[in-house]
């Protein structure tokens, strides 16, 4: 992919994101040390100048933060604000010069979460109207599968417009032949996640593709669909397939078979978003537990997490092109809690132009694409948030009543109720009417 260009030009915001599949780990799933993760400025500052430079914008994403029925029922506060306390303690350790950060703000919805900060040198001072927004696109719209956003503007120059910055953190539907669901998912979330009107004499919401510059990233779960005449096929279960994709050529050729980047190329999903060289890190997914570089064979492996970007100045006649330039993007084998390895961009995005419009300028997107809100956006979400507490909180107590195992739980229930049931008929119970 054409990138713009790398000028260290101090205008220019430096945006580093970074999503991470924590496989329901909570907070053992966060490594005390993020400098591998949340600090890759180290190992990019040649690309910047000759001192090293702190992100304007730490964005951070988790899939799958607490084990599922705490996620459901709501009670992930104190993993969410044990995490934003830990991050923000780390990239300000990391920084090149101790820059300090302020949190611009955090949003959770079951297990998907984001965390977004500024520096308070800058960003953090400049910014304006924050918002959150989440939606759930698993069953009946419940949150096990979905996505979070935050949006804000950044005051610019006086006299001049801002700009709108959307980041979205998705996670979508697993499994390899659940492609369609995926792209019913992304659907899903264009139309329910949604932000107050971009103009105040608007009274529609806007959607995640009304900004300026629209960040999505996380778990998206695409996978590698080879045709059965590939060498490559009948050993995608095998130690063979690992050792064939640590060659870099081999995996460019893979990547032809990726389903996020055909399905793009269709103009199904990820309408007017770019992304980096994706296969020039290993997949990302599927590791064994406690390993570094060992993939399971019950899954091929597959890149399932992903950072995706657009920004107002891209052209829809160059979708291969961005004025964004992609510093890095790269996966991190060192963490090991998870089958999946956390992934991490730091992307450099345009200058400001000379003639900034005096109204806040968004994305062009081509003619045939035209994202518009649910009406229904509401209720789906409140519905699937309603079911999510029932179901949580009734699988939270079962698995209480085990002891950690909601299948031990479930099991002293009906013991406890067939007790009570036989002491409530058994013949000389005093209760008992006759």
Known sequence: MAEGSSSPSP?????????????LQGIL????DLVDWLAPTLQVSSFLSRERRAPDIVAVGFQELLPLHLG??????????????????????????????????????????LLVYGRDD?????????????????????????????????????????????????????HDHKLEARVANYRHIIGTLLFSPLTGNSKVPSTIYDTSHLFIFGDMNFRLEMPETHPLHFKRLTHDFSKAIESEKTREELKEFDQLTTEKRKGTIFVGLREGDFWKFKCSYKYHLGEVDQYSTKRMPSWTDRILYATYTDSPDTPDQSSITNLLYTSIPSYTTSDHKPVVALL?????????PSSIPTLHLPDTFKPEPDPYASIKRYTGRALDRII???????????AGSVFIGTFNFLVGLGAWTWWRIKPGNPDVVV
């Open 348 to 356: 450099l995005l345009p200058s400001r132009p000379v003639d900034a």
């Open 11 to 23: 205008d220019r915001l430096l945006v580093q994101i970074a999503s991470y599949n924590t496989n």
């Open 72 to 113: 459901l029922s709501g009670l992930s506060k104190s993993v969410i604000d044990s995490r934003d306390a830990h991050i923000l303690s780390q990239i300000e350790k990391h920084a090149p010069n101790k820059e300090p950060y302020s949190l611009i703000a955090k949003v959770v919805n079951v297990g998907v979460a």
């Open 122 to 174: 800058d960003v953090a001072r400049r910014v304006v109207d924050v918002q959150t927004s989440w939606t759930g696109c698993g069953p009946a719209f419940m949150g096990n599968k979905g996505a979070v956003g935050v949006r804000f503007s950044v005051n610019g120059p006086e006299g001049t417009a801002g700009e709108v910055f959307t980041f979205v953190n998705c996670h979508l539907t697993a």
């Open 29 to 32: 799933g966060l490594p005390q």
């Open 392 to 402: 949580g909180i009734v699988w939270w107590l079962f698995t209480l009543l085990g």
